[in-house]
């Protein structure tokens, strides 16, 4: 199975700042997906932004950013302009044979 | 478009019941399907998954067991629950063989054990 950390378990950010949530993972494959979920209280999974490995662009949607670091195994979740509405659970994920493996979370709180 | 529905939404159960939680989707064919545990504060841990009717791929071998009897049904079962079963259940489903679909998820169930 492949392995996912998430090394912070919580973090705390003021509205309108950037933060940066940490994931790092563990697979012998060459091709595979990166995934970033959001989890808010309602506990609704939302995708918040997806990664190919083999595309050595990161991915961007509008607020959201990952940094993709392949060989270092690296895929970080950058939030600019933070919201409220941004505090939520953050679980970073890889897919590879029908297979989807999550990390442990980050707590993220947006304080106004 | 594509929908998914999971329920119970909340349960709860005594210690050696049986359980049965659902989930359905519409909207497409031939999806995986996946079963996952999230214990409080904690991640996603995968329980099952399915790529077809009949076909179920175990990742963590315990007292629960999954079906599928038709193409987009998914159901989790226990014969008898343990106070380690409580947790949230969440159900979901992604394209077929396709890396770059990503996963949808229903709105889970929250299963208590007493």
């Known amino acids: 199975a492949q392995t996912v950390t998430q090394s912070q378990p919580e973090m705390s950010v003021q509205e309108a700042e950037t933060v940066t949530l940490s994931c790092t993972y563990d697979t012998s494959e060459s091709n595979y997906y990166l995934f970033w979920y959001k989890q808010p209280p309602s506990r609704q999974m939302i995708l918040v932004i997806r990664?190919?490995?083999?595309?050595?662009q990161n991915a961007t949607e509008n607020r959201f950013s990952v940094n993709f670091q392949k060989a270092a195994k690296s895929f970080s979740l950058k939030i600019s302009d933070s919201q409220l509405g941004d505090t939520a659970m953050y679980f970073c994920a890889t897919y590879n044979f029908n297979k989807f493996y999550f990390g442990s979370g980050t707590k993220l709180n947006v304080k106004p | 478009s594509q929908t998914i529905h999971q329920w119970p939404a909340t349960l709860v159960q005594p210690v050696g019941s049986p359980l049965s939680l659902e989930c359905t989707v519409e909207g497409t064919s031939n999806p995986n399907l996946y079963w996952y545990r999230q214990a409080a504060g904690r991640g996603l841990q995968l329980l099952f998954y399915?790529?077809?009717?009949?076909?179920i791929s175990s990742e963590v071998p315990q007292n629960l067991s999954a079906s599928r009897p038709q193409d987009r049904q998914f159901i989790l079962s226990s014969k008898k629950l343990l106070l380690s079963d409580s947790g949230f259940y969440l159900c979901?489903?992604?394209?077929?063989?396709?890396?770059?679909?990503?996963?949808?998820f229903g709105n889970g169930t929250r299963l208590t054990v007493t």
């Open positions: 399915s790529v077809g009717i009949g076909q």
């Open positions: 979901a489903w992604s394209g077929s063989g396709q890396g770059d679909s990503p996963l949808h």
């Open positions: 990664q190919e490995a083999y595309k050595q």
